[in-house]
């Protein structure tokens, strides 16, 4: 008797902009879609990441303006968010603009230097032409939909190891 493909149970690092109403509404999306695809996924959510150590870090009722003044805090919390999407199996980024913010660069250079499989949904096609998307991902999507049905496929029994390619940034000449 054969048996169905064991499905695996992974970590998500989900990052994207600063979201509005209706980006925050994409990013419940995705986190829907890869729970549909994966019931047993852990997502690790950096805006929540951030607002939990924002919260740590100021007395309530800070203005979001004065949150992040002290380059010790900023620099505490890109290390910690660098730290959590290199070591989370998939890292999913929503980048809904035609540039990807400077934190998120940073999250997608240490994560495919750890080896990290990095998908992106881009929504904007300028965005999908960013050559820090096209350099650091593995698949970048068009819409929500295509990450679901890819995130489904993926969790009926494809290797997603086999997925993740060897990337190692070129050293330069002196």
Known sequence: MRRPPVRQRLSYFLAGGTPTASEDDCMSQIRAAIVAADSGATIIDSHKLIAERAADLHAVGTAAADLWQEDAHVRLVLGETVSAATSADVVVLYVYADHVPSNVAVQMYAARAA???????????????????????????????????????????????????SWRPARHAV
């Open 115 to 165: 080896g990290q499989m990095i998908l992106v949904v881009a929504t904007d096609p300028s965005a999908r032409e960013d050559w820090v998307i096209r350099a650091h991902s593995d698949r970048i999507f068009q819409t929500i939909e295509e990450l679901s049905e890819y995130l489904v496929e993926q969790q009926s029994g494809k290797d997603w190891k086999g997925l993740r390619r």
